[in-house]
């Protein structure tokens, strides 16, 4: 038990497809972000939400669509994915970066996302 | 940030003490260096974080000599399960989002 759950585990969709990632965390933190990691390459960081405010986007295309509707739930929107979208998308959580002197963060199992 | 340079890839064998050494010269005064492990399909997990000299946990030891620049992640008696990817990462004690790089592929062999 890692402290940060999400669902979808596994999820295939065609491209045409909506569907919604689910990030939890059950640690009190109040920073929480979105990571891709595709097969052989570095985490990627997509989103940071810090005291439930976007604070980074890193020119990720708008068919991702992060919603954080508090401090313990994460979500991200998938709407007309492209094949190369596959990977395992990875969610973390940690103490806000502005707020905390030490800022370990805490991944969930992540959500291995194929598209079809 | 600082950027850090590790080995690609290191292979060991059971009961063996790994080191794993990352380069980071360019380390400010107020950076904190920290290492994440990765299993295969699951997320990063913390090892360990330091500053300077030492430290120690019951996982791993951190080695960061005096001028800073490199640092070395020490596992002692490396199992099967220690197989992953190790990330070394540099940055500002709280204040910054980590960046992860690619991380040394550690392979144990029995």
């Known amino acids: 038990e890692t402290g940060v759950t999400q669902t979808p585990r596994h999820l295939v969709m065609g491209m045409t497809n909506k569907k919604s990632l689910k990030c939890e965390q059950h640690l009190g933190h109040n920073a929480m972000y979105w990571y891709k990691q595709s097969a052989k390459k570095p985490l990627e960081l997509m989103f940071v939400?810090?005291?439930?405010?976007?604070?980074e986007n890193n020119s990720v295309p708008s068919r991702f669509s992060p919603e954080c509707p508090n401090s313990s739930h994460l979500f991200l929107h998938l709407h007309t994915l492209q094949p190369e979208d596959s990977a395992l998308y990875l969610c973390?959580?940690?103490?806000?970066?502005?707020?905390?002197?030490?800022?370990?963060?805490?991944f969930g199992p992540g959500t291995r996302l194929t598209v079809l | 940030l600082a950027k850090t340079t590790q080995p690609i890839s290191m292979d060991s064998y059971e009961g063996q003490e790994v080191n794993i050494t990352c380069s980071h010269n360019?380390?400010?005064?107020?950076?904190?260096i920290t290492w994440y492990q990765q299993f295969p399909s699951q997320g990063p997990r913390f090892i360990i974080q330091?500053?300077?000299t030492k430290v120690t946990n019951e996982v791993a030891s951190l080695f960061i000599p005096a001028d800073r620049k490199s640092s070395t992640l020490s596992l002692p008696r490396v199992s099967l399960s220690d197989t992953a990817v190790y990330y070394c990462l540099v940055g500002p004690g709280g204040s910054y989002i980590p960046t992860f790089g690619r991380g040394t592929s550690l392979i144990v062999h029995p």
């Open positions: 360019n380390i400010a005064t107020n950076d904190y």
């Open positions: 330091g500053y300077k």
């Open positions: 939400y810090s005291l439930e405010e976007r604070v």
């Open positions: 973390a959580s940690s103490q806000a970066p502005e707020t905390s002197g030490y800022n370990e963060q805490f």
